[in-house]
């Protein structure tokens, strides 16, 4: 094994490259947008700071399975606690705490969770948790608070006019959150074709192009233009390697940087496209049912390739 190698992320493809000449941004201002994230991670810093948009007063309809929330409204829970509802979050008092640990710690977790219950159904917080054990957490903290309130969660309940439901993994989720979740995915798979994609996937599209392009035939870049049209394939979605830039990552460390898979000339123009193809035949590893599918479309998008170069 070669230890004198070093390895570097290429900006303009998003692989690495054992060349630092080849982190060089072609475009500043057309690249920044390869760093966007479609869902972005919340700052909770930001949204625990933030008051809670509370209801203007407090008021219960069991019909509707239907509770609204005012700063100052009362809880009494287990053991003598009681939690006080205010903008800045749900507080914890009364009790026998020194006594009895377990006792507060429920009652701690029943006021951590209605906070966030109450900031995702005011619209300040997409998500109530971030991970499996964090929904597990506050799932059972907001059965065990909107239980003493008289709402069943066993079925779809409001909050503050926000429609709650349990989502298949058992964990709770705002409709508000279930209707972006189900647009995110919409927008995810809609950036994996060229059809389909949004602006700013179409401009990654073509930087990505231009890159690999760049010493191609004039040949080989009108047939390119006229198979993303025609196929309607994105040849780069995120989230999926592409044989291409595989390709030209495994050039680039054999030659110690050159990552010109495509050549300047029509013959190695043709043959770069065909040795595409025939790792799509011959995968390295077999591929799961996701990358599988997109294997798919590669072998649809280079097979129209070359018979425009043919």
Do not use: C
Not at 20 to 39: G, P
């Amino acid at each position: 094994m070669n230890t004198d190698i070093s390895y570097y992320i290429n900006p303009n493809t998003r692989n690495l490259t054992s060349d630092i000449k080849n982190t060089a941004v072609k475009d500043k201002e057309a690249v920044s947008f390869m760093f966007d994230q479609l869902r972005p991670v919340e700052d909770l810093t930001k949204i625990l700071k933030a008051p809670i948009n509370l209801a203007e007063s407090t008021s219960l309809d069991k019909a509707a399975n239907s509770i609204h929330l005012a700063a100052g409204t009362k809880i009494r829970i287990n053991d003598g606690y009681v939690l006080t509802v205010k903008p800045q979050g749900v507080e914890v008092s009364g009790g026998d705490r020194p006594y009895n640990q377990d006792a507060y710690l429920k009652a701690e977790q029943m006021a951590s969770s209605l906070g966030t219950l109450l900031r995702s159904a005011g619209g300040t917080m997409s998500s109530l948790a971030h991970s499996t054990e964090g929904y597990q957490w506050v799932t059972q903290g907001i059965t065990d608070v909107l239980g003493y309130l008289g709402i069943n969660t066993g079925k779809d309940f409001y909050v503050n006019g926000m429609k709650y439901s349990k989502n298949k993994n058992g964990w709770y989720e705002s409709q508000a959150d279930s209707e972006a979740k189900a647009a995110y995915e919409m927008l995810k798979a809609n950036n994996r074709t060229f059809t389909f994609a949004d602006e700013r996937t179409k401009n990654q599209i073509a930087y990505i192009s231009s890159y690999y392009l760049e010493n191609a035939t004039e040949s080989l870049k009108t047939a390119w233009q006229k198979t993303l049209e025609e196929t309607g394939i994105n040849p780069f979605p995120q989230g999926f390697s592409n044989t291409l830039s595989q390709l030209a990552m495994e050039q680039d460390f054999a030659t110690g940087g050159n990552d010109d898979i495509f050549g300047s000339s029509l013959e190695s123009n043709i043959a770069a496209v065909r040795k595409i193809m025939e790792r799509l035949q011959n995968p390295l590893s077999a591929a799961g049912e996701r990358n599988a599918e997109f294997a798919a479309n590669e072998k649809t998008f280079y097979t129209a390739l070359l018979n425009h170069l043919a």
